[in-house]
T-cell receptor, first 112, second 113 residues
Framework: KAGVTQTPRYLIKTRGQQVTLSCSPI?????VSWYQQTPGQGLQFLFE???????NKGNFPGRFSGRQFSNSRSEMNVSTLELGDSALYLC???????????FGPGTRLLVL | KQEVTQIPAALSVPEGENLVLNCSFT??????LQWFRQDPGKGLTSLLL?????REQTSGRLNASLDKSSGRSTLYIAASQPGDSATYLC????????????FGKGTHLIIQP
């Protein structure tokens, strides 16, 4: 089976712009979670989707949003980018909630 | 709010040694605990998942234990190899809460050839 894929892998944006990141889970997996990784804060949970519904949301401002499609693919959007949004954004999928999470390679976002 | 701590933050040992990485969490009401490794600039690779009802899990040279009541888990690596060099992350899933997986800051492991 193919693993979790994320596109794009690298992205450079300027402050104030918006960005959309995409995640394709492992075939058959219905749960998708997003995480932000920075050197200072480590890995932080953004949100979790299951069956096209957001189930949980971490402590991030409303500029961070996401959605899940009927084929379980997920996108996350960050509007009005700030310098502090520069990070590695990781997507993880699992067959269902609470099972082993498998991570993608991440999208590295640099905000200038 | 769940907090996860990993000790030590960094570890450097010669090849062939057996070693133990520690993870502690503040809220024992967890659903499961997962250990991951992360290579520089890469995503996370799942190593082991322990359900809250289990005491340990084994995969090859890796053994993870869980003591939920005391809020502790250990990852034991036998006969370490240079290819084991990576950052090891512990994460707990509380289920139903707002935190998803809560991660520790990791242990940066270097195995000297």
């Amino acid at each position: 089976k193919a693993g979790v894929t994320q596109t794009p892998r690298y992205l450079i944006k300027t402050r104030g712009q918006q960005v959309t990141l995409s995640c394709s889970p492992i075939s058959g997996h219905r749960s998708v979670s997003w995480y932000q990784q920075t050197p200072g804060q480590g890995l932080q949970f953004l949100f979790e989707y299951f069956s096209e519904t957001q189930r949980n949301k971490g402590n991030f401002p409303g500029r961070f949003s996401g959605r899940q499609f009927s084929n379980s693919r997920s996108e996350m959007n960050v509007s009005t980018l700030e310098l502090g949004d520069s990070a590695l954004y990781l997507c993880a999928s699992s067959a269902t909630r609470g099972e082993t999470q498998y991570f993608g390679p991440g999208t590295r976002l640099l905000v200038l | 709010k769940q907090e996860v701590t990993q000790i030590p933050a960094a570890l450097s040992v010669p090849e062939g040694e057996n070693l133990v990485l520690n993870c502690s969490f503040t809220d024992s009401a967890i659903y499961n605990l997962q250990w991951f490794r992360q290579d520089p600039g890469k995503g996370l690779t799942s190593l082991l998942l322990i359900q809250s009802s289990q005491r340990e899990q084994t995969s090859g040279r890796l053994n993870a234990s869980l003591d939920k009541s005391s809020g502790r888990s250990t990852l034991y690596i036998a006969a370490s190899q240079p290819g084991d060099s990576a950052t090891y992350l512990c994460a707990v899933y509380s289920g139903g809460g707002a935190d998803g997986l809560t991660f520790g800051k990791g242990t940066h492991l270097i195995i000297q050839p």
